[in-house]
Structures are given as C-alpha cells and as structure tokens.
C-alpha cells in the first residue's frame, strides 16, 4: 500500500490497526464536551498482545522519532500503563534500554507502599499516554515527576484531536505545552487522520464530516 503524503511509514500503520481494531470508530459520538463527534477513539480496545506489541512499536517510533533527549518513561494510571510499559519494551528492542515508572491512584498503605510502581523517577521523564482531553491525569502525573526532583522531558500520546477547547482557543494539548513549557507529541493527528481518509475508500462516507468537524471545531 502506498505511503499518504508525508505520513511516516508507523503513523499509517497505526491508523490501519485502529481502524481495523476498531479502537477507531467512525459515526456520531457525543463527547463529555456535548460536542458530536464523527469519529471516536478507545486505546483500551488495544487488549491482546499483537495489537499491544503494534502500538508499542508505534510509540518507540514516535519517541525516537521526536529527537527529545529522556532518561526514562513514566505511564499516568490507567491507561498509561501497558502503554509506557509496551514502549519501554519496544525501545528496548532497537537497542534504547530505559527504565518505566507509573503512578497508583491512590497510595497503597501495606507492603512497599507509596503511590508509585516501577524505577525510581528520576532524570528527564517521557510521559506516555492514549489522549489528552481535560489534562487531568497529565497535571498529576507533571506534580509526581517534579516532587520526585525530576523533569518532564515531553509528552507522547497516541491520538490529538487538534480541536480547541469549550473555553480556549487552544486545544488540550497545546494549553499543556502553553502551561508547562514542554512539548506535547502524538503518533498521529486529526490532521494525519484526514489524509489517511482520503486514500481509503472504505472511509469515503465519512471523510466530509471529519473535515466539517475540524473546520468547525480545530485549532
């Protein structure tokens, strides 16, 4: 199949196992926001080994690909998790060995206790997670990584929707990158989306209303 624009060789093979997952689901979906959305995306639907084993390919890529200097990964509870600890693996395979860490929802009180799991943080920290919609979980994940006397390097996620905010004309991964003063990336983009729709005919009923969506909605 041949390659869409300039989309790299991983981002498109990540558009087609979502697809082909479903992680990737096309019609109207309401959002926490109210907003309706023709399109809707679910990681957790990521749940067996070969399309864990893909996606983790597809966030050392992006890591990698990125060019940000990192000493470690950190995964926010839940889904960060298999996420951070796929892409450590899969680092690990090309040669890049780093340690992962995650966080607990709430701290546990008996055996080693503590609110945290995996390596010491430490260093500049990677934080890995699905998507960034209210940037809860990032902001707490942000206050452990400092509290720890570390930094965070940047953030990889697997989808941004590149649309602005109910309040702001910034979307959620910009106000992340305005606030804090690091760099927010994605394996792919609505934007990357879009192109990928255009060379799919199955996809072809749907490409309209995602490119009224992000008239109406992007940044």
């Given at each position: 199949?041949?390659?869409?624009?300039?989309?790299?060789?991983?981002?498109?093979?990540?558009?087609?196992?979502?697809?082909?997952?479903?992680?990737?689901?096309?019609?109207?979906?309401?959002?926490?926001?109210?907003?309706?959305?023709?399109?809707?995306?679910?990681?957790?639907?990521?749940?067996?080994?070969?399309?864990?084993?893909?996606?983790?390919?597809a966030y050392a890529a992006r890591i990698l690909d990125c060019g940000v200097a990192f000493d470690m990964l950190f995964g926010p509870a839940y889904k960060g998790l298999p996420l951070a600890t796929g892409a450590?693996?899969?680092?690990?395979?090309?040669?890049?060995?780093?340690?992962?860490?995650?966080?607990?929802?709430e701290a546990k009180s008996h055996g080693e206790g503590g609110s945290l799991i995996g390596a010491p943080v430490r260093g500049r920290v990677m934080i890995i997670d699905d998507v960034i919609t209210a940037g809860?979980?990032?902001?707490?994940?942000?206050?452990?990584?400092?509290?720890?006397?570390?930094?965070?390097?940047?953030?990889?996620?697997?989808?941004?929707?590149?649309?602005?905010?109910?309040?702001?004309?910034?979307?959620?991964?910009?106000?992340?990158?305005?606030?804090?003063?690091?760099?927010?990336?994605?394996?792919?983009?609505?934007?990357?989306?879009?192109?990928?729709?255009?060379?799919?005919?199955?996809?072809?009923?749907?490409?309209?209303?995602?490119?009224?969506?992000?008239?109406?909605?992007?940044?």
């Amino acid at each position: 199949m041949r390659e869409v624009g300039k989309m790299q060789p991983y981002q498109q093979q990540f558009l087609e196992l979502a697809v082909r997952r479903q992680v990737l689901r096309f019609g109207e979906f309401t959002l926490k926001s109210g907003r309706i959305s023709p399109y809707f995306f679910n990681a957790g639907l990521f749940d067996d080994g070969e399309s864990l084993n893909q996606v983790s390919e597809a966030y050392a890529a992006r890591i990698l690909d990125c060019g940000v200097a990192f000493d470690m990964l950190f995964g926010p509870a839940y889904k960060g998790l298999p996420l951070a600890t796929g892409a450590a693996i899969a680092l690990a395979r090309q040669g890049r060995n780093v340690p992962v860490a995650f966080n607990r929802k709430e701290a546990k009180s008996h055996g080693e206790g503590g609110s945290l799991i995996g390596a010491p943080v430490r260093g500049r920290v990677m934080i890995i997670d699905d998507v960034i919609t209210a940037g809860t979980a990032i902001r707490e994940s942000i206050d452990i990584i400092r509290a720890q006397g570390a930094e965070v390097a940047g953030i990889v996620i697997a989808l941004d929707r590149q649309e602005k905010g109910k309040l702001s004309a910034l979307s959620a991964s910009q106000e992340i990158e305005q606030e804090f003063g690091f760099p927010v990336y994605s394996i792919v983009s609505l934007g990357e989306l879009l192109a990928f729709a255009e060379h799919r005919a199955e996809l072809a009923q749907h490409r309209q209303a995602l490119q009224n969506y992000r008239d109406h909605y992007g940044v």
